[in-house]
């Protein structure tokens, strides 16, 4: 919808109050050229009761609305344009100075029609009382917005006009950040992104110095809101370049960039809507993809989004309003993912259930939550995750790749790796559809993997750490033992929050079989274990710490050979002395009964 000098009256007469004190902020952005204003200052808002100029300027070239140099501006809402005009006028004239007056522009601006206004600068001109003068009336602030549409979008918005398929910046930011408790600040979601933010800004201020049409810009997130978010955060974090941009949201708003030659950055929300984009010098095309997205990837650059460090993540969440202990909770089961996040705390319901969990395919899913991660290049981790589902691997290879081209799907796909992108949401998201018969082939398969002896213990003690030269390596991948201990604790810890695990006894199978893989335990499954007792400890710690002091009242003990094998023959050293259960709460009982 294009903003007219009668939306613009009608403004002015329903809203009084609002006009006077924001349209010094719209005149202020209308003005604004990084490339040639040098001073700028049109207090807005509360400012606006504050004695003094209503806007002072300087340009070094000006415009058809910009006086070149140095000019003074008066802004009235009164409906007596004439007397408030004449009134301003008046009073500066006998306030300021003849030199000052003499190097300076009067300039007079009014949200209502004023069809004298030509006169009455001809009027005031003829007296030389300044170095010139102006006038601008709703029609002229009309003209002057079709010169910025970027400016004229989000003025419209405020007016509740809307159309064209576009939006602006801030529209957008505030629709996506205010949808989480607490709202996602610019400064959180920058966060451990520095290079990024510089590689996009850098990329978009190029755009300015191209004389060709410029093949579209790829950034990449968890979800395509992201990555939208993120580039309007930046472009919005630019005093150059944000009143020069807008958000697609409809493949119609293409039609609106190519009207406004002055645009200079269209961010596509969507990814199919950028199929058939303006491309036209000076202007920089956006298009989002999620990060398993690789179909239909335009020609061009492309930037990648990382999910940021855990602990700048943490920072991030105690910067807008977290409390510490929730922050590191968050930090966790959110896979440090401002996606994850935002649908976690959302306010709207309707984003807390995401689009993949309604999928054909979702019925693989509750096998990745159980299994965490595999490698799909490892003959052993396809049988098991064969064994699991109940069906042929390339079935189940064939949903996920259908899932991880979605936004925001669940799971990454990084070469060979198969793994959950936040592993405790996607237990909340779907361990109520885990079947008994999944659970129990899971721990038939968690009781068989943890139960065979570590090959490289058949080498001597110091040619274990050559146990890959000679051969002597588990047939599965450590990361699919490291995944499924994981899932033990995840399923210990968490899964007494789903009603259907529950139902199912989950607490107990665990410590069951932690009894059963360590009680009596000898030497060489302790140290077969090694690298996965801290958290094995964590899924079951009462059990853990009665099988730990059974092992040490055995005349062996066997458990002590953590002590005097893992330190330094290759086993990994996760667990030579009890300082490996230092992160492990019930640790008393563990050091008090560990001989010294």
């Known amino acids: ?78 409906q007596n344009v004439l007397g408030k005009a004449n009134g301003d006028y008046q009073k500066r004239t006998e306030q300021i100075s003849e030199a000052e ?37 709703a029609d002229d602030l009309e003209q002057w917005l079709e010169q910025k549409p970027a400016v004229a979008l989000q003025f419209a918005e405020e007016l509740g006009l809307s159309g064209w398929g576009v939006v602006s910046l801030s529209r957008y930011w505030d629709s996506w950040a205010r949808q989480c408790r607490p709202p996602i600040t610019p400064e959180a979601l920058f966060m451990d992104r520095t290079q990024v933010f510089d590689a996009l800004s850098q990329k978009i201020q190029t755009t300015n110095t191209s004389s060709s049409s410029i093949h579209p810009l790829v950034i990449r997130a968890d979800s395509v809101e992201e990555a939208v978010a993120f580039t309007v955060a930046m472009v919005m974090a630019s005093r150059d370049l944000q009143d020069h941009a807008m958000v697609v949201t409809e ?92 649908r976690q705390r959302a306010l709207n319901p309707a984003i807390q ?30 049988q098991v995750v064969e064994r699991l589902a109940a069906r042929p691997y390339e079935e189940i290879e064939r949903d996920l790749r259908q899932l991880a081209q979605l936004d925001d799907a669940p799971m990454l796909n990084i070469g060979a790796v198969w793994k959950a992108k936040s592993p405790l949401e996607l237990l909340d998201q779907c361990g109520n559809r885990i079947t008994s018969g999944q659970l129990d082939r899971f721990f038939a398969i968690a009781r068989e993997m943890l139960s065979t002896p570590d090959p490289q213990l058949e080498l001597p003690e110091d040619d274990r750490w050559m146990a890959q030269v000679h051969g002597k390596l588990h047939p599965h991948s450590g990361l699919l033992f490291e995944s499924i201990c994981d899932s033990l604790m995840k399923l210990a810890v968490r899964g007494l929050e789903q009603v259907g695990l529950k139902a199912l006894d989950i607490e107990e199978r665990v410590s069951r079989l932690i009894h059963e893989l360590l009680d009596k335990a000898d030497g060489q499954r302790w140290l077969s274990l090694a690298s996965y007792l801290p958290t094995l400890a964590e899924a079951a710690p009462d059990e853990f710490l009665r099988v730990v002091q059974s092992s040490l009242r055995m005349p062996d003990a066997p458990v002590t050979r953590l002590i005097s094998e893992s330190s330094d023959s290759g086993l990994g050293g996760a667990a ?21």
């Not at 349209?23 to 504050?50: H, I, K, N």
Request: hydrophobic share 40%; aromatic share 10%; with cysteine.
């Open 1 to 78: 919808m294009r903003v007219t000098a009668s939306h613009i009256v009608n403004w002015a007469s329903t809203q009084a109050k609002e006009a006077q004190t924001d349209l010094p902020r719209w005149v202020r952005r209308l003005c604004f050229d990084p490339e040639t204003t040098r001073q700028l200052s049109f207090p807005a808002g509360d400012s606006t009761y504050v004695p003094g100029w209503d806007g002072a300027l300087f340009s070094e070239r000006g415009n058809a609305w910009v006086p070149s140099g140095a000019s003074r501006w008066e802004i009235g809402c009164d």
């Open 101 to 137: 007056r003499s190097a300076c522009t009067f300039v007079f601006v009014t949200p209502r029609r004023w069809a004298k206004k030509l006169d009455w600068v001809a009027e005031q001109c003829s007296k030389d009382e300044w170095a010139g003068v102006r006038a601008y009336d």
């Open 251 to 342: 493949p119609q708003g293409w039609r609106y960039v190519e009207a406004n030659p002055q645009l200079r950055i269209a961010i596509a929300a969507r990814t199919d809507i950028a199929l058939n984009p303006i491309l036209r010098e000076k202007l920089r095309v956006i298009v989002p993809h999620a990060t398993g997205d690789l179909v239909g990837k335009p020609e061009g650059d492309e930037l990648v989004l990382e999910r940021p460090n855990i602990y700048e993540f943490e920072k991030a969440l105690i910067a807008i309003g977290m409390e510490e202990s929730d922050a590191k909770r968050y930090a966790l089961s959110t896979g440090r993912s401002w996606t994850v996040l935002r």
């Open 353 to 382: 259930q995401p689009p993949w969990l309604l999928t054909p395919q979702s019925a693989s899913l509750p096998l990745l939550c159980l299994l965490g991660a595999w490698y799909a290049d490892t003959t052993a981790d396809r």
């Open 576 to 596: 030579g002395t009890p300082a490996c259960f230092g992160h492990w709460k019930p640790s008393v009982g563990l050091r008090d009964a560990w001989p010294q």
